[in-house]
């Protein structure tokens, strides 16, 4: 078959005569259009010869006048789910039909495709130009932009969900957070998704569909001289394989792009967690006394029963706390503190418990200074800086990062008193 390439001379012979246009929004508006010089179905100014369709021709029912390049025969019902074919072209040189690959109008862009794929440490990639209207090609990039504004947005609502909950349920347990962001950006996605709902473009011409690319390459071998092209809009595939003298592989139903919804909620559950920490200290309660202590917070918003000699701990909300110790009932002591945001805390109740800070060196490295630093006694609340381990023993062996050979540990942790020795 013979015919122009992208770019240059008219439509390929023998392809099915294709109504033209008239005043379709997708009409270049630097293109003069005269309609009182044409009757429906002529060509605007710029289009190649040969494309008037045959006399008398009336556009297909629902359709408006001019609302499609494509033979009105071929034309799907727009209900129907999107589907796409499979051509294979020669990697270098292939040729396409001079015609928008999404709705079959004159082309006046072309839009870049590419894949990559990687061999060992070899990046192989292949880029082609496809020919595209410039109201397809302004089409499919609003539809890039607009994925991008959805993730975005569902990733907001993420980030924003803590603050929520903070003002609703101040001592929501952290799972709460945690489980919900994702759920909340994947809602707010899907909810944006549907109330912003994307205009059809080609498809309605008859066309390609979404705001999506209406062809796209495949992964490849780097040695393979043929690239494999996918795209939704049949007539204007045929015509490529036509034109390579290959065939129209079809392949059934066009994934959604709902796919891709999943980045949202994974983003959105990592955004959380800045904003989590920022809104929340953690904060360990010890009890250092013989009797079971029930530590009331905030008169009552939130309990944490700890055995003799135990501790637990609890991610508490900014700002001034006070916490009774409650012993078989009686307040038996009060805490006060206030809790800062990334911080860490003890509070530990009675006053007469001592601690201190001991640091652990690992490998090569050497702790400056004393090891241990006991902290000033009969406190009840202590704010900690740089501890990684509360109330706990430093494990016996830490991991260390590329080229480094030894690291130092802090733990704080409840000591004897007299003789400084640690009893956790
Ligand atoms: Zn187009």
New binding site residues.
């Given amino acids: 078959m013979s015919s122009g390439g992208f770019g240059g001379g008219g439509p390929p012979q023998g392809s099915p005569p294709y109504p033209p246009t008239a005043q379709g929004p997708?009409v270049p508006k630097t293109q003069a259009w005269d309609p009182s010089s044409q009757p429906w179905g002529a060509a605007p100014g710029g289009q190649p010869p040969g494309m008037q369709p045959p006399p008398g021709m009336q556009p297909p029912p629902g359709m408006q006048p001019g609302a499609g390049?494509r033979s009105p025969g071929l034309v799907p019902p727009s209900n129907l789910p999107e589907t796409w074919f499979e051509v294979s072209v020669p990697s270098g040189g292939a040729q396409f039909p001079s015609?928008?690959?999404?709705?079959?109008?004159p082309?006046t862009k072309a839009r870049s495709i590419s894949h990559a794929v990687k061999v060992g440490r070899t990046t192989y990639t292949r880029r082609m130009n496809i020919p595209?209207?410039?109201?397809?090609?302004a089409?499919v990039r609003a539809g890039g932009r607009r994925g991008i504004a959805l993730g975005a947005l569902g990733v907001l609502a993420a980030a924003v969900f803590p603050l929520g909950l903070f003002l609703a349920w101040q001592f929501a347990p952290p799972a709460v957070t945690f489980v919900g962001a994702p759920i909340v950006a994947l809602a707010a996605v899907f909810a944006l998704d549907r109330l912003w709902k994307a205009r059809p473009?080609?498809r309605d011409?008859g066309?390609?569909s979404g705001p999506r690319d209406?062809v796209w390459m495949l992964a490849f071998r780097p040695n393979d001289p043929f690239t494999r092209l996918a795209g939704t809009n049949e007539a204007w595939l045929r015509d490529v394989a036509a034109m390579q003298g290959v065939a129209l592989v079809p392949q059934g139903p066009r994934k959604g792009s709902v796919g891709r919804f999943i980045v949202a909620p994974v983003v959105g559950a990592l955004a959380v967690i800045p904003v989590f920490f920022a809104l929340h200290g953690h904060v360990h309660f010890d009890n250092p006394s013989v009797d079971a202590v029930s530590f009331d917070i905030d008169r009552g918003l939130a309990q944490i029963d700890v055995p003799p000699g135990g501790h637990d701990d609890l991610y508490l909300p900014v700002g001034h706390t006070r916490i009774d110790a409650m012993v078989a009932g009686q307040r038996a002591d009060r805490v006060e503190g206030d809790i800062d945001p990334f911080g860490t805390h003890v509070a530990t109740p009675f006053g007469r418990a001592c601690y201190a800070t001991i640091t652990t060196a690992y490998g090569s490295a050497s702790v400056d200074g004393p090891r241990e630093r006991i902290a000033t006694p009969g406190q009840r609340w202590y704010t900690l800086d740089g501890v990684a381990d509360v109330l706990t023993p430093s494990p016996h062996s830490v991991s260390v990062s590329n080229g480094q050979t030894g690291a130092t540990r802090k733990r704080f942790v409840r000591v004897d008193c007299y003789t400084g020795a640690p009893l956790q």
Wanted: hydrophobic letters at 30%; one cysteine or more; a neutral charge.
């Fill in positions: 997708w390049y015609r928008c690959a999404c709705c079959n109008g082309p595209y209207c410039a109201t397809c090609d089409e473009i080609a011409r066309a390609s209406a």
